[in-house]
């Protein structure tokens, strides 16, 4: 019975191929759509799970409190790791970690990699699986270093044996590889490509003895808990561990608290010390999105299936007549419609190995279809299943309630609900359409408003190069050089790119300000010429002198800084930090690091003359310099002087724009989601103006007979579906609204809603569903009325 089932099922899907076209393309569209983002979904869900111990590991963050708004930072004092570890006792494992990018080298073979220096259990508490070497003894050396198989392959060839090989550091130092570990997926919240013993992070330092100071905070610390460890009888204890082993006259709290491996990447946002969210809410989002494209899918299947039923209507009679009951007739018309979402999931596959690179591309990531893999491949079984059954469960009981005398008769069965749920789901679909063309206009729109704001400093010529070899020692004459060449503007060293909110600290003083103890400043070093190279504007008084030794007790402030000195001009006024008085010689306007959506209200700099700790050259390129020329020669002369570097820049309006990387990708999807909309919703327009037209021939053939023009057919058979529109458009705008006020009610420096925008998604979506019925109107319009007519 059921090979009769599926006979029956596929000769009628093949009468009918034209509308079994449109419907499984639809779903296919639907059913891709919604795989690509699941994929991207499961990639979001597994970040860090290649770590076994998802229920022990936990990083160890700190929050502090300045101005009584509590602020949360990563970085932590150096010894807390082993302090937690030692006088706590459900906590087995800790490791304080610094993260940076070294050279290596073997012979000829150069390349730069970011790696981690680590202590011993952090190859424990991570689980890191060694190729060669061992666990317990990898990091026991202070001249050992671990890599993983990617970085060991590409600097020693991937045919060799590299434990115990010696390779270079920093075109200085000589390292033995201890050890070789299996490479980390791209997923993971701390990757790394080296592993070296932490006290060697400062390479070439002799002092070390800040690191071990609570007053520092600088370093990741990570700890294992003991197995059915009490939770929050352990992170109770962590919160009291740095106030126990500071002075009681501390101004600032600093408290620790444990953050769980599974919340690294999707819940890392922190508000007044707590979690309100992070990537969770937009992978929420999207897969929400995926379902809603889906959905859409199956209406358009639903549209176009009710639409052909008066074509079905005397099968189902004679069907009846013949002895088939009301379940055999819906289990027919199910396995119909299962069939379908079949063909279109096999569809589909094909269109996901063509489109899936391009994807990866968009979304920054290297997803792979695994289509074998059980859960991929269930999961596409699943979706298929759903989709046939959600799509066919109406259809089937609709064409299934049609009574035999009836139908054989000629009456029919009344097409009254049936018509108005085909209307009822147009609407929908193009509600759904709607919204997403509001949803990505807005989304655009907040987006360039934040890129175009004024940031304070001139991001647009700027070229970011990071500091490496003896770049600081040799600066004078590589700025020298540039500026020589005729295509650099100026040249000037920092400790902090522009965008980074960077060091920073309290417990300062100053003339004139009143309870400074507790207010967070943010710490720059920068060589003499900083400001005219970035282009800070200069509100009071004048920049550093070249000679650093002059200024070593001058600094240069900000605008906000210079607002907590009182109303009188700050130039003059000096501020102790550390037992050393400085004098303020320069203000500078503010300007926006840290949070690019926020309100523009920054915190408060000083700017020191020293370059000692530089980690980024600013070089800023002429205006009339073409950017391949400028960096042809600032290549030319870093090789020059730094030959064992490579050369490695970022223009600092690519990074401003790297910080929008979740909001572009939320508008690109929700641009490609509204044209995925529309051309579902178009498919069954098309579907239905086609079976309208087709209905309605005889009437034509008539209206052309007795004179009626092909305009005013088309205009008639048009007006309802573009009404449908109009009522999916009223119910849209506010839908559209109240989303998109949401969402930009999360960004202290936003746009507001124009009614424009409203007015463009309605046009656009009128002019293609016109588009779509005009075609079919046409083509009926145009048809000789004889051949409709001859039948009579």
């Known amino acids: 019975m059921f090979k009769n089932y599926i006979k029956i099922a596929w000769r009628n899907l093949w009468r009918n191929k034209g509308f079994s076209a449109i419907n499984i393309f639809g779903l296919a569209v639907g059913i891709t759509c919604a795989s690509l983002i699941f994929l991207w979904v499961e990639d979001e869900v597994n970040f860090d799970s290649v770590f076994p111990k998802q229920d022990l590991v936990y990083m160890v963050p700190t929050n502090q409190t300045f101005e009584g708004e509590v602020y949360t930072f990563y970085a932590t004092p150096g010894p807390l790791a082993k302090d937690l570890k030692n006088e706590i006792p459900e906590i087995t494992k800790s490791s304080t970690t610094w993260g940076g990018e070294i050279l290596l080298t073997d012979g000829e073979n150069r390349i730069n990699r970011y790696g981690r220096y680590v202590q011993p259990d952090f190859l424990d508490i991570f689980s890191l699986t060694f190729i060669e070497g ?153 897969a929400f999105i995926a379902l809603i494209i889906l959905l859409i899918a199956c209406i358009n299947f639903m549209n176009l299936s009710t639409a052909r039923s008066g074509k079905r209507a005397n099968e189902v009679g004679v069907r009846k007549v013949l002895g088939s009951n009301k379940r055999r007739l819906v289990g027919q018309f199910m396995i119909e419609s299962v069939i379908l979402a079949s063909i279109a999931a096999i569809l589909s596959i094909v269109l996901l ?50 009574r035999p005398a009836y139908v054989l008769k000629g009456i029919g069965k009344s097409q009254g609900n049936a018509t108005m749920i085909r209307k009822g789901l147009v609407i929908t679909q193009f509600i759904v359409s709607i919204v997403f063309i509001i949803s990505s206009i807005i989304i655009y729109q907040q987006i360039q408003h934040v890129r175009a704001r004024d940031v304070g400093y001139e991001k647009e010529r700027l070229v970011n190069v990071p500091i490496n070899g003896n770049m600081i020692d040799k600066f004078d004459p590589i700025k020298e050089s540039m500026i020589a060449s005729g295509t650099v503007e100026d040249v000037a060293l920092t400790n902090t790119n522009m965008l980074s909110s960077g060091n920073n600290g309290s417990g300062l003083s100053w003339q004139g300000g009143m309870d400074t103890d507790d207010v967070l400043v943010r710490f720059r070093y920068v060589s003499p010429n900083f400001m005219s190279t970035v282009g800070l504007e200069l509100l009071e008084g004048h920049g550093f002198n070249d000679n650093s030794a002059v200024d070593s007790t001058n600094i240069i402030i900000t605008q906000s800084f210079a607002k907590l000195m009182g109303d009188n001009s700050a130039l003059g006024k000096t501020v102790m930090r550390n037992d050393i008085n400085y004098a303020v010689i320069g203000v500078v306007k503010d300007y926006l690091y840290g949070d690019m959506y926020g309100n523009g209200k920054t915190g408060p700099v000083m700017f020191f003359n020293n ?44 990074l401003f724009n790297s910080r929008f990387r979740n909001e572009v990708l939320v508008e690109k999807l929700a641009m490609i989601f509204s044209i995925l909309a529309i051309i579902i919703s178009c498919l069954g327009l098309f579907g239905l103006a086609a079976y309208t037209a087709d209905q309605r021939k005889k009437e034509i053939g008539v209206r052309k007979v007795l004179g009626s023009s092909v305009s005013g057919i088309v205009k008639l058979l048009s007006k309802d579906f573009m009404g449908l529109v109009m009522i999916a458009l009223l119910i849209a705008v506010p839908v559209a609204w109240w989303f998109m006020h949401n969402w930009l009610e999360s960004f202290a420096y936003r746009i507001e809603i124009n009614w424009w925008v409203f007015a463009i998604a309605g046009f656009v979506a009128i002019c293609i569903a016109l588009l779509t019925v005009s075609f079919q109107a046409i083509k009926a319009a145009m048809a000789n009325p004889v051949k409709s007519l001859r039948t009579e």
């Not at 819940?267 to 309100?276: L, M, P, Q, T």
């Not at 390129?621 to 002369?637: D, G, H």
């Not at 570097?645 to 970022?650: A, W």
């Open 353 to 402: 190995v063509i489109l899936l690179p391009s994807f990866n591309i968009l979304v920054e990531k290297q997803i792979e279809l695994r289509l074998f893999q059980p859960l991929h491949m269930f999961s596409l079984l699943g979706i298929t299943l759903v989709c046939g059954l959600l799509a066919g469960w109406y259809p089937a009981l609709y064409l299934s309630s049609f």
């Open 134 to 286: 061992e666990m317990n003894t990898a990091l026991s050396r202070p001249d050992g270093i671990v890599l993983t198989q990617e970085t060991a392959s590409t600097i020693f060839g991937t045919d060799k044996k590299v434990l115990n090989r010696v390779l270079k550091i920093n075109n200085e130092y000589s390292f033995t590889v201890t050890g070789v570990v299996k490479d980390l997926p791209r997923n993971v919240t701390f990757g790394f490509n080296w592993l070296l013993p932490f006290e060697r992070f400062q390479l070439g330092e002799t002092d070390m003895s800040w690191t071990e100071e609570y007053g520092n905070n600088f370093a990741d610390t990570f700890v294992e808990l003991a197995p059915n460890s009490n939770f929050k009888e352990v992170d109770t204890k962590v919160r009291g561990m740095i106030a126990s082993k500071r002075s009681d006259d501390d101004e600032n709290p600093n408290v620790a608290f444990l953050h769980s491996i599974k919340d690294w990447h999707l819940r890392s946002d922190f508000k007044e010390g707590k979690i309100v969210g992070g990537q969770i809410k937009l992978v929420w989002s999207l």
């Open 611 to 654: 370059n000692e700790y530089a980690n980024s050259m600013y070089i800023k390129i002429k205006p009339e310099s073409s950017r391949q020329n400028a960096l042809t020669a600032i290549e030319n002369i870093l090789k020059e002087y730094n030959p064992a570097f490579p050369f490695e820049y970022r223009f600092e309006n690519d």
